[in-house]
């Protein structure tokens, strides 16, 4: 790893392109998304895919406390503008657009977690706070993305693997560099290996278990509120819900002594 410091800080003396290219690819795929959703004009459209190209960045650089590459350099503002209207243009041709949104946002993630990753070691940092630097700079781009457009945030919900794949991206790509594989063939194995493991993720269903011990404890709570405004409704009198019980069902639900409820509905995976 440290035999590459002195090759990772000389990628990034020369890394304009890469980084254009990576904000070109995310422009593209958040304005595609964008463009599938009603009420957002074409300014809206083009705003959200400039900020889904530069926000992986973005993050990146703020985290290692440093100006924003974004703006300190007018490319990076023409390019994904330009890149944005694209995905405007492809949005409207396409029959087919969320296969290729998808694949966008797969190449992004591999893009952004790379570039991130080894900035992150080329300023000397260690290999865990990198991963993590590159991780975050992966799905930055998909956060501002969906917060503009008021939607729940892909990173946050049960669903096919996103961070997740960032994460086996840039861990990759640390592995290799510790074994002196150069800078650029492992930053290529990166996002391959992103890529390939979302795309797979999508097609396949994969996800994380989802976190249930909160989730049937909240049914159980929406359920019993439920019931008593119902009693309410035809009785005119209120009936509170038991809350030690609850309390006592969510103690033996942490501890594994208590069995799924029949009545609860499981969540949507």
């Keep these: 790893m440290r035999e590459n410091r002195e090759v990772l800080d000389e990628t990034f003396r020369i890394a304009l392109p890469i980084d254009l290219i990576a904000a070109a690819v995310g422009s593209l795929q958040g304005a595609m998304f964008a463009a599938g959703f009603k009420r957002i004009d074409l300014l809206g459209v083009a705003m959200i895919g400039i900020f889904s190209g530069i926000g992986g960045g973005f993050l990146r650089d703020i985290l290692l406390g440093i100006s924003p590459a974004a703006f300190s350099n007018n490319l990076y503002l023409i390019v994904g503008t330009l890149a944005a ?30 570039l991130g990753t080894t900035k992150a070691l080329s300023f000397g940092l260690p290999v865990v706070p990198s991963i993590f630097i590159g ?96 009693e309410a409704l035809a009785t005119g009198t209120i009936t509170l819900p038991d809350l030690q019980t609850l309390n006592d069902l969510a103690a033996d639900e942490a501890e594994g002594d208590i069995r799924p409820d029949p009545n609860d509905t499981p969540s949507a995976r």
């Design 135 to 230: 991780t975050v700079a992966a799905v930055g781009g998909g956060v501002l993305r969906d917060l503009m457009l008021n939607i729940p945030i892909a990173l946050m919900h049960v669903g096919s693997l996103y961070a997740v794949a960032g994460l086996a991206g840039v861990s990759t790509l640390v592995v290799l560099l510790s074994f002196d594989v150069p800078v650029m063939i492992a930053g290529i194995v990166c996002v391959v290996v992103t890529t390939v493991l979302r795309l797979l993720a999508v097609r396949f269903g994969w996800s994380l278990p989802e976190q249930r011990t909160l989730s049937r404890i909240q049914l159980r709570r929406q359920r019993q509120v439920q019931q008593a405004v119902e």
């Design 85 to 114: 209207f694209l995905g405007m243009l492809l949005a409207r041709f396409l029959e087919k657009v969320d296969p290729v949104i998808t694949v966008f946002d797969a190449i992004s993630i591999g893009l952004f977690g790379a």
